[in-house]
Nanobody, 125 residues
Framework: VQLQASGGGLRQAGDSLTLSCVGS????????VGWFRQAPGKEREFVAV????????LYADSVKGRFTIARDNAKNTVYLQMNSLKPEDTALYYC???????????????????WGQGTLVTVSS
C-alpha cells in the first residue's frame, strides 16, 4: 500500500479545510490510518486515527471537537475534516498506516509502517 495525502492550503483562522489520504492496493482496508502533523522546529505529533473498519476514532486533545476523521474503504480514502482552524494548526500534515492495535500505539509515529508525503496547511490569524 502507498499513501498519497492532499488538500492542504492557506486558510484564515476560523476557516475549514479537508485533507484526503488515498491508498493504493486492495489491502488498504486492513490498515488503521492516522494523521500526524509537524510544525517547523517541532516534533511530529499525533492528530487523529481511524480504525481499519471505521468503527472507532481517536483524537489529540488539541483538535478534539474541531477535527473529524472519516474513511471510505470503497474509495481507499481517509479524510480529515478540519473546522475552526487556528494558527497553531499550521504544519505539514502526514497520513500514515499501521496494523498495530491499541490506543497507546496509535499516537506513536514509530508504530506506523507506511507514510504518505506531507501536505502543508497554513492558517493565518
Amino acid at each position: 500500500v502507498q499513501l498519497q495525502a492532499s488538500g492542504g492550503g492557506l486558510r484564515q483562522a476560523g476557516d475549514s479545510l479537508t485533507l484526503s489520504c488515498v491508498g493504493s492496493g486492495r489491502t488498504f482496508r486492513n490498515y488503521h490510518v492516522g494523521w500526524f502533523r509537524q510544525a517547523p522546529g517541532k516534533e511530529r505529533e499525533f492528530v487523529a486515527v481511524s480504525r481499519r473498519d471505521g468503527s472507532g476514532q481517536l483524537y489529540a486533545d488539541s483538535v478534539k471537537g474541531r477535527f473529524t476523521i472519516a474513511r471510505d474503504n470503497a474509495k481507499n480514502t481517509v479524510y480529515l475534516q478540519m473546522n475552526s482552524l487556528k494558527p497553531e494548526d499550521t504544519a505539514l500534515y502526514y497520513c500514515a498506516a499501521t496494523t498495530v492495535v491499541g490506543a497507546s500505539y496509535y499516537v506513536t509515529p514509530a508504530y506506523y509502517t507506511l507514510w504518505g508525503q506531507g501536505t502543508l496547511v497554513t492558517v493565518s490569524s
